[in-house]
């Protein structure tokens, strides 16, 4: 029983942590896909990146509802409140929609 028991908490905090670390991938994928701002495939690349690493349907839907959001700005908060609410201090891919959804002067 005690085993079982274990097994089961094992197995919950590798859930808890799958999400935070996929959270962690999604945040991460500008250079972790190793994409530059001039590059002209980088969105695509992100997204390939992404949905090779996810490892929770969670994530996956996560995923579905920053797609649909309004704009750029809208994504960047939800994908920005996720991640903290999860434990992910900072977010690189919030930051760069947050720099391509400001006009160029």
Do not use: W
Request: proline share 4%.
């Amino acid at each position: 029983m005690t085993r079982t028991l274990l097994f089961a908490a094992l197995l919950g905090l590798g859930a808890c942590s799958s999400y935070h670390d996929d959270l962690v991938t999604i945040c991460s994928a500008p250079s972790k896909a190793g994409v530059t701002a001039d590059d002209p495939m980088r969105m695509m690349k992100m997204a390939t990146y992404i949905s090779k690493n996810l490892k929770t349907s969670q994530a996956k839907r996560f995923m579905g509802s920053l797609a649909t959001a309004a704009s750029g700005a809208d994504r960047s908060a939800l994908l920005r409140a996720e991640a903290a609410k999860n434990g992910v201090p900072t977010c690189e891919l919030a930051d760069l929609s947050d720099a391509e959804a400001k006009p160029a002067h």
